[in-house]
Nanobody, 125 residues
Framework: QVQLAESGGGSVQAGDSLRLSCAAS????????MGWFRQAPGKEREFVAG????????FYLDSAKGRFTISKDNAKNTVTLQMNSLKPEDTAVYYC??????????????????WGQGTQVTVSS
């Protein structure tokens, strides 16, 4: 079992930054591939960023490349999503998710077994 808890969401202006954190318990993150997903009202959930079990491979939604950075802190057992140059279209509930079964990163939410409760990010223009 893995328990996940996100924090760091909020309301910001376009161009601002936010740092989302996901604290894990029950397993060490060095054993798990992690992902960040988001879901805006009326839209499908989408993959935003993922980091492999080793932390060496990272993947991003095309619109997030160059603006968002995912990282793991194994000592703190947390995964973070640094989001810069935020845009109104980034507004959504953001979820972290854990995939303990594979070493690489899946972009499909169906491959993740454990999810946090989500944190709201609102970006106004």
């Amino acid at each position: 079992q893995v328990q996940l808890a996100e924090s760091g969401g909020g309301s910001v202006q376009a161009g601002d930054s936010l740092r989302l954190s996901c604290a894990a318990s029950g397993r060490t993150l060095s054993e798990i591939s992690m992902g960040w997903f988001r879901q805006a009202p009326g839209k499908e959930r989408e993959f935003v960023a993922g980091i492999s079990r080793s932390g060496l491979s990272k993947f991003y939604l095309d619109s997030a490349k160059g603006r968002f950075t995912i990282s793991k802190d194994n000592a703190k057992n947390t995964v973070t999503l640094q989001m810069n140059s935020l845009k109104p279209e980034d507004t959504a509930v953001y979820y972290c998710a854990a995939d303990p079964r594979r070493a690489g990163v899946s972009r499909s939410g169906d491959d993740y077994n454990y999810w946090g409760q989500g944190t709201q990010v609102t970006v106004s223009s």
